[in-house]
Nanobody
Framework: QVQLVESGGGLVQAGDSLRLSCAVSGRSFSRYVVGWFRQAPGKEREFVARIRVSDGATEYIDSVKGRFTISRDNAKNTVYLQMSALKPEDTAVYYC????????????WGQGTQVTVSS
């Protein structure tokens, strides 16, 4: 059974950096597309970034381009989200999720990790 476990959240100040990790258990890590999503209080969950594990292709929402970097370590079955120049509006629960490259919906989700950015 595949499981996703996020870690690395915390409380930081505006301008600081933070790295989130998403450990993916089970086999076939290289077959997945892994995405990061976030949900702020009172707001809908939004897509942040994704990476196709097989070739490293990435995609970001405009608001994090140049500040966030998604990467993967195939040897550790882990996807990272390096967040820099954090802003208070980045405060949210961050979730990682996985899907097959041909699927539209993300079928596998982690439990989430809280990121709080103080001004």
């Amino acid at each position: 059974q595949v499981q996703l476990v996020e870690s690395g959240g915390g409380l930081v100040q505006a301008g600081d950096s933070l790295r989130l990790s998403c450990a993916v258990s089970g086999r076939s890590f290289s077959r997945y597309v892994v995405g990061w999503f976030r949900q702020a209080p009172g707001k809908e969950r939004e897509f942040v970034a994704r990476i196709r594990v097989s070739d490293g292709a990435t995609e970001y929402i405009d608001s994090v381009k140049g500040r966030f970097t998604i990467s993967r370590d195939n040897a550790k079955n882990t996807v990272y989200l390096q967040m820099s120049a954090l802003k208070p509006e980045d405060t949210a629960v961050y979730y990682c999720a996985a899907r097959s490259p041909t699927a539209y919906h993300y079928a596998l989700w982690g439990q989430g990790t809280q990121v709080t950015v103080s001004s």
